[in-house]
């Protein structure tokens, strides 16, 4: 979005609001993403009131961009013409300068903590998904005919077999995912802020790393985008980048989250499953598949890169999102 466009969109969206086809609340959030910079590399943005507003490096605040000299910040107030109390109509930060020294240093903790963790700890870690498939079968497929139907059935189960204590544990983590965001929140609320993106990151490589040490105990050393024991490093972080950037970025692409919102959750989930799947098995359909640990490793950057997109909710959005009741 050009700056020249932000009144536009402004006034866009405040007709819409006034005429109800959108709710107060998501009029609030889609002004907090009406930012735009110029050629010189000034932001400016409109708060909820129209008021034109040009980011002060200096100050870190945002200047209504009025006469010379006018220094008042940003305002608080309710939106025109509505009964609404008074709400904060402050826009968004300006996202953060790509690579930014800040994000450097917590790039290189996350990334340095998670690669000593998972490559150190890579037996350790592998030992309770491989207690869990202990408890399975594994079979052979010995008495199958190769390239029947019944091979293929055959080696899905024992596929199956070798990763069942990940998948165990990778849905033990997705049904626990709120009392353990609950517990890192509260330890991470005496963190400075500018390293709250850490601990999160590197809790995250570490279950991703259990659950990646079951599947891979004997392919460890195997190179794809980085060896399978160096990849949960990998992992956090991405996960340190969408916390860091996340919120600015869906706050600067504003009608893509909209549209995103729009579809339902069933919808969102089948979206999740479906392109990652299909993905695996476009890029594995081959009599003899090549390449093995990076199409692995591919597929887990799409889907999480994915599940950002169409999953993670926008700060504040809540009750706004249409999609969420359905």
């Known amino acids: 979005m050009r700056p020249d466009d932000l009144v536009h969109h402004y006034r866009e969206l405040k007709a819409s609001c006034d005429s109800g086809r959108i709710s107060q609340e998501r009029f609030l959030i889609a002004c907090e993403g009406l930012m735009a910079q110029d050629d010189a590399g000034n932001w400016w943005a409109v708060d909820a009131t129209g008021q034109l507003l040009r ?57 340095g903590a998670s690669l000593v963790i998972s490559w ?25 005919v190769p390239k029947t139907f019944g091979m293929y059935v055959c080696s899905a189960f024992v596929g199956l077999s070798v990763v069942f204590g990940s998948l165990v544990l990778a849905v033990a983590m997705i049904l626990l995912r709120k009392p353990i965001t609950a517990a890192i929140n509260k330890l991470n609320a005496a963190v400075p802020e500018k390293y709250r993106s850490v601990m999160p990151a590197i809790v995250a490589a570490v279950f991703f790393a259990v659950v990646w040490s079951g599947s891979h105990y004997a392919t460890g050393h195997s190179v794809g985008i980085v060896s399978h024991r160096a990849f949960p490093a990998l992992v956090g972080v991405l996960v340190h980048l969408t916390i860091y950037y996340g919120p600015p970025f869906m706050a600067r692409f504003p009608r893509l989250f909209e549209s995103r919102d729009r579809l339902s959750k069933f919808s969102r989930w089948m979206l999740m499953l479906l392109v990652p ?17 990076f199409k692995q490793q591919f597929v887990v950057i799409v889907g999480m890169v994915l599940a950002y997109v169409i999953l993670t909710p926008r700060p504040g959005a809540g009750a706004a999102n249409p999609g969420a009741a359905r």
């Open 55 to 111: 980011h002060d490096p200096g100050s870190a605040t945002w200047q209504p961009a009025t006469a010379a000299g006018d220094a008042r910040p940003w305002r608080t107030g309710a939106v025109p013409g509505s009964a609404a109390p008074a709400a904060t109509v402050r826009p968004a930060d300006p996202p953060p300068p790509l690579l930014d020294p800040a994000s450097l240093t917590t790039i290189g903790i996350v990334f």
């Open 120 to 144: 150190l700890g890579w037996s350790f870690l592998m030992a309770l998904p491989m207690a869990i498939n202990a408890l399975i079968p594994t079979g052979s497929c010995s008495n199958f």
């Open 277 to 293: 799947t299909g993905l695996s098995l476009l890029l594995t359909f081959q009599e003899r598949v090549t390449n093995e640990a």
